[in-house]
């Protein structure tokens, strides 16, 4: 079975701290997205990623940046995190390139900003 | 903006009775999914219907497409109370189809 495993369950940081969220897949997967969860608004995306050093803004990349330097792994970082930013964020990957498709998911970090 | 949008936001039924969710989208597609999530975890992927399929079937599940009214509907059979869940249908645009959206999802409880 495919695997994503992203870092931290959960994780409480200051305001202003640079957080960095880790996310690895072991199945070779080319996409891999970045969304972030919140009560009433569903899954939004931040960034996603279709192959190594590439990336995307989604809907709401302000804030935030990603990092892909391995094709197993893709980082979310903020830069220098605020209390709303406090929510669980969700990582995916996909086999499909031109067209994602069955998007497997990790099983979020739960971040607080304090 | 989001593509998806779920109808009704929460849902309570009686196990064993039909539970039926709606999705609308606003563009083009080149498919539409539907996701589970259990309460604090990852979503799971269910099902997926291509923009040229008009319905699918996948064990107690089944799914519609209306491309015409931008819509589909999951319907979940003699429900059970471990199908208590989120459940949420996701979308990729044609004109960006690497990019998946997703909706505010429906609440689903299903009362033993």
């Known amino acids: 079975d495919v695997k994503v495993t992203q870092s931290s369950r959960y994780l409480v940081k200051r305001t202003g701290e640079k957080v960095f969220l880790e996310c690895v897949q072991d199945?070779?997967?080319?996409?891999m997205f970045w969304y972030r969860q919140d009560p009433g608004l569903g899954l939004r995306l931040i960034y996603f990623s279709y192959d190594v050093k590439m990336k995307e803004k989604g809907d709401i990349p302000e804030g935030y940046s990603v990092s892909r330097e391995k094709k197993e792994r893709f980082s979310l970082i903020l830069e220098s995190a605020s209390t709303n930013q406090t929510s669980m964020y969700l990582c995916a990957s996909t086999s499909q390139q031109g067209g994602a498709e069955k998007l497997f998911f990790g099983s979020g970090t739960q971040l607080s900003v304090l | 903006s989001q593509q998806g949008e779920e109808d009704p936001q929460a849902l309570s039924i009686q196990e064993g009775e039909n539970a039926t969710m709606n999705c609308s989208y606003k563009t083009s597609i080149n498919n539409l999914q539907w996701y589970r999530q259990n309460s604090g975890r990852g979503l799971v992927h269910l099902i997926l219907i291509r923009s040229n399929e008009r319905e699918k079937h996948s064990g107690r599940l089944r799914v519609t497409l209306d491309t015409s009214k931008k819509s589909s509907s999951l319907l979940i059979t003699a429900s059970r109370a471990a199908d208590t869940a989120s459940y949420f249908c996701?979308?990729?645009?044609?004109?960006?189809?690497?990019?998946?959206?997703f909706g505010p999802g429906t609440s689903l409880s299903v009362i033993p």
């Open positions: 199945m070779d997967h080319e996409n």
């Open positions: 996701a979308t990729d645009a044609k004109t960006s189809y690497d990019k998946v959206i």
